[in-house]
Each structure stands twice: as structure tokens, then as C-alpha cells.
């Protein structure tokens, strides 16, 4: 497994940190690397190992993998990566940093950064008393973050994208069957999860293949999760991405995003999940036919690619746990165990439905919206349809981009109105469930969303939220970096619109008033939904120390 001695170069690096520092830096090690973290600067170095999914025998093929290294991560945070340090032997015989003798090993040089600025870090300081962790901010920009990057990656194509999805089912299987064999991983868990994944497989396939020719395979990072987010100046910068395999790294866009959902949904952070996932969709422009693709039939693999990944981080943890001993070895295996029962629970049939959410202008809808989504249906909740969200789109604005008077006329409502029923019944037909959140005050829009639902024969439910006219004007007022442009004036020429009307009386009518947890459970309670099974964390344990080593 280790090809070479690298006492020699592992002291370079401490020493070079040091003397800029004037102390030792702080050692990290994962399974493929030496990262030494300085005041201002960290180096990595890699390992000199082989395993079956990469070779860093050499010196050589070390530095290559450190410029590949570079070069794919400077597509998210060039701020980061500054480059390649070379590594040389010296005349005494010596290692010492860029010299003029031949290579010995490489190192990549990177800006440190904060560590308290890590998604997981933050996500660990959810509601602590005057701790900021994944607000709402923060989570809006993540999934614009995401699909930015994935609209700039290399297409790869076309290309079978079942042909990949099955070679990641087949190491997932050997590997649990492995666990199972260990006695690490429970047999009939795994067995059920196999079973249930390669169905969701063979349901899916042409799908899969579909999305392949359309340039939904794509060069992504390969290992998104929290722990590789970092704050960057206010902004969500993605590093640490896999490049000693293109295999592992070229994948579905959804299976790539999948990973940072599943470890939302790991930490139980459900409705953070369902907020990233709506947030990706809704950044998807009209005229990228691809994108739109997600927004409709690829809904349909979320739950099998979240649990693909659940199940990867199952079983390369119990395999980490077989090399471990002790309380160490009970806390990995647990920890492997829990993303186990995590895949099962993502494959669990959930059919889909159909709630829409009106109400006049700062009744609420969007945050009841928000509330209910990740208690709706398929993983990772129900895709939210957003009126304000659709209208921008439509002019090709920012969600927070105020809009002309002209974007209100009767004739483009009605054309926003067609696209959100258009849109969810794409996401219906892929067995994903929806809301659609719009001010729906009147009768022709609200027959147009229930006939919808009626179409697929699926169950349909319209909440009418109502709250007093100073409550809805303080909302409408105090709003800042909103999608909707409705202001005082707005309102009162809705409720003027609708004086001596009762709303619709086949919708259920809900106090908009009070708390947003108040009026949450409220919501909750009227559609008869049950606390949403992924709201607790998984596990809290300490992670299962692989990084990005793993085949996926």
C-alpha cells in the first residue's frame, strides 16, 4: 500500500511552515494526505499509496495529481488554491522547497481559512442561543452556489448515465455485503436497502440514460458535503473536490448535489435539505432544456441517488470500523449503522400530493411553504413552486430583483399561472410531490391547480390563509431581499378586490397570524402530517474519518 518513505519530505513541509510561523503547524491526516496547516498558509502533501481506485506511487504522478488537484478546485475557490510546490533534493541530501535538483515529492499550496466558516461547523450551532448557523441567507446562496457551478462544468457526453449509477450499485452492494460479514452492518437493512436500490434502478434506467444524452453528466466535485463548504467572505466556496479519479468525480448533476442533501438530512437538517434543493431548481433558467429536465422527470432519482450516497458513507465507515478497536471501532460501526437506516428510510415509498398555498399578499404563504416542504412526500421534500420565483424567472431576474409594473399585467399573470401548473405536473408525473405558493384570489387560478392534481388522480389540498389587514401591511413593509415585489398598497387593493367575499370555500381557511411555528403546526395539522421521520440527526457521533477517499 505505501510505496515510499516520506520522512524526509514530510519534514520540508513542517520545517518550511515553521519558519514563517516561528511554530509547528497543525497536522491533519486523512487517508490519502499530510495536510499541515500553518498561520496563513497550508500545504498537502499527498500519500504514497496505492489503493485500487487511485496510484500515488510516485513522486511523479504525486505532483500530477497535485496541478489536477488545483486546476478542478480553482473552479470554485481559486482564492483557495494558490498551487504546486515542488519538493527537490538538495546537494547535502536534503529535501528543501523548490530547488534546482530533481523531484522528490509535491505539496499543494493553499490560503488557510477560517475553520469556523465549515457548513458542518456551522450546522452544528443550529439553535444555540446567539449562534448564526445555516441560516436562511446562507442557504439560499448554497444552492445557488451549486448550480452555478454545475452550468459551468465540463458536459461529458453523451454519455450512458445508467452505466454509471450501476457500477456505483455494484460497490455499494460488495461493500455492504462486506459489513454484513463483519458483523458491522445489519443483514436484513442492508439486504432490504439492495433490494429497494437496484428496483428504484431498474424503474429508472432509461431515465438515467435519457439524462446522459441531454448533458446532465457532467464534471462535478464528487464529494460536496458540508465539511467541504467553507465561508469565504460571506459566501458559500466549495473545495476539496475528488481529482485522483474523473470516474468517481463525472456524474449525473443531481447525483452530485444528492451528497450535500443527504448530509443535511444526516444531521437533521430536513427542511435546510428541502430549502437547497428547491433553491438549485428554482436557479434553473426557462431555456436551458437540461436544467428544466431537473425541474420535471430527473425529481424522479433524488431519493435513489440520496440513499446511493447514504449507503457509500455505510459502507466505507464499517469498513473504517474494522480497522479500528474498541470504543472507537462501536462509534464508527454506529455511525455507519445510522447512514444504513438513512437509505432505507430515503427509499421508503412516499406518494406524492399536491397543497397549494394562498393567501393575500403577507398572509405568510412562503414561509408555511417552507415549513411544510420537507414533511411532504418524496426525499428531499416537496419542490416548491413559487409564483414571485416563477415571475422573475420569466424576466430573467434575481429573486430579489424588484420588477416593472409591466410584469404585473393580467395577461403575463396569467402566462406565470400556466408555467406553475405546467411545472407541477411535471414534478407530480416524476412521483414527486408540490406546492405551489401563489396569492390564488382568484377563482380560475384556484380551479386551474386543483385540476392538476385531478389529472394525475392524485390527492389535492388548498390552505387559504387569512390574517388581519395591519398584520398583512407590517409583514408587506418590513420585507427585505424578498421575491415579492407587493407593498402596502398592494394589499389594501387586494382586500378591496375581495371586500364581502369569504375566499374559497373549498379550500381550508387558516389563521395567518402569530408565531411561524404556531402557524406551521397548525398547517401541519390540518393536511394530517405526521412529524417528518428525518428531522432528528442520524447520529451525533464524530464523523467517520475517510474524506474523499472512497469510491462513489
Not at 459489513?179 to 437496484?198: F, M
Not at 444524452?213 to 460536496?224: P, S, T, Y
Request: hydrophobic share 50%; with cysteine; glycine share 10%.
Amino acid at each position: 500500500m505505501h510505496t515510499e518513505d516520506q520522512s524526509a519530505a514530510i519534514a520540508c513541509v513542517k520545517e518550511h511552515l515553521a519558519a514563517g510561523d516561528g511554530v509547528p503547524p497543525r497536522l491533519v491526516e486523512t487517508h490519502i494526505s499530510l495536510v499541515f496547516i500553518g498561520r496563513t498558509r497550508v500545504l498537502k502533501l499527498k500519500k504514497a499509496v496505492r489503493f485500487p481506485y487511485l496510484d500515488f506511487g510516485t513522486a511523479a504522478l504525486r505532483a500530477a495529481a497535485c496541478g489536477r488537484e488545483v486546476a478542478l478546485n480553482r473552479r470554485t475557490a481559486p482564492g483557495i488554491y494558490l498551487g504546486v510546490r515542488r519538493l527537490t533534493a538538495g546537494p547535502d541530501g536534503r529535501v528543501e522547497m523548490e530547488g534546482a535538483g530533481p523531484l522528490v515529492d509535491a505539496v499543494v499550496e493553499m490560503v488557510r481559512f477560517d475553520e469556523d466558516g465549515l457548513l458542518d461547523r456551522l450546522a452544528e450551532r443550529d439553535g444555540l442561543a446567539g449562534q448564526d448557523g445555516l441560516n436562511r441567507g446562507l442557504i439560499e446562496a448554497l444552492g445557488q452556489a451549486v448550480y452555478d457551478f454545475h452550468a459551468a462544468a465540463r458536459v461529458i457526453g453523451p454519455d450512458g448515465g445508467a452505466d454509471r449509477v450501476r457500477r456505483v450499485l455494484e460497490i455499494n452492494r460488495q461493500g455492504l455485503e462486506a459489513g454484513i460479514a463483519a458483523g458491522l452492518l445489519d443483514g436484513g437493512v442492508a439486504r432490504a436497502v439492495i433490494g429497494a436500490s437496484e428496483a428504484a434502478f431498474a424503474a429508472n434506467a432509461a431515465l438515467l440514460e435519457a439524462r446522459g444524452r441531454i448533458g446532465r453528466v457532467r464534471h462535478g466535485h464528487g464529494d460536496l458535503h458540508l465539511r467541504n463548504i467553507v465561508l469565504i467572505d460571506g459566501r458559500p466556496t466549495a473545495f476539496d473536490c475528488i481529482e485522483f479519479d474523473d470516474d468517481l468525480a463525472i456524474t449525473d448533476v443531481l447525483y452530485d448535489l444528492a451528497f450535500l442533501i443527504m448530509d443535511l438530512l444526516h444531521r437533521g437538517r430536513p427542511a435546510a435539505a428541502a430549502a437547497v434543493f428547491n433553491r438549485y431548481l428554482d436557479a434553473a433558467p426557462e431555456d436551458n432544456a437540461g436544467a428544466a429536465h431537473d425541474r420535471g422527470p430527473g425529481l424522479a432519482l433524488m431519493p435513489l441517488f440520496l440513499a446511493m450516497r447514504a449507503v457509500v458513507r455505510a459502507h466505507v465507515g464499517a469498513a473504517a470500523a474494522m480497522d479500528a478497536s474498541g470504543a472507537d471501532r462501536d462509534r464508527i460501526a454506529a455511525e455507519a449503522g445510522a447512514y444504513l437506516d438513512l437509505a432505507r428510510r430515503l427509499l421508503a415509498p412516499a406518494p406524492p400530493r399536491l397543497v397549494a398555498v394562498g393567501g393575500f399578499s403577507g398572509s405568510g404563504k412562503s414561509t408555511i411553504a417552507a415549513a411544510l416542504a420537507a414533511d411532504l412526500g418524496a426525499a428531499p421534500g416537496a419542490r416548491i413552486i413559487a409564483s414571485d420565483r416563477l415571475r422573475k424567472r420569466a424576466f430573467g431576474q434575481a429573486a430579489t430583483t424588484r420588477l416593472p409594473a409591466e410584469a404585473y399585467t393580467p395577461q403575463v399573470s396569467e402566462r406565470i399561472y400556466a408555467e406553475m401548473a405546467a411545472e407541477a405536473a411535471a414534478a407530480l408525473a416524476a412521483g414527486h410531490s408540490v406546492i405551489a405558493d401563489a396569492v390564488f384570489d382568484r377563482a380560475d387560478t384556484r380551479a386551474r391547480i386543483r385540476a392538476v392534481a385531478e389529472a394525475a388522480d392524485l390527492p389535492f389540498d388548498g390552505l387559504w390563509l387569512e390574517a388581519p389587514e395591519a398584520v398583512l401591511v407590517e409583514r408587506v413593509t418590513a420585507r427585505r431581499g424578498d421575491p415579492s415585489d407587493a407593498d402596502a398598497d398592494v394589499v389594501r387593493a387586494q382586500l378591496a378586490r375581495a371586500a364581502g367575499s369569504a375566499g374559497p370555500t373549498d379550500w381550508h381557511h387558516l389563521a395567518a397570524d402569530g408565531a411561524p411555528d404556531d402557524r406551521a403546526a397548525r398547517a401541519r395539522g390540518t393536511l394530517g402530517l405526521a412529524a417528518d421521520p428525518l428531522s432528528s440527526p442520524a447520529s451525533t457521533s464524530a464523523p467517520i474519518p475517510t474524506a474523499a477517499t472512497a469510491p462513489e
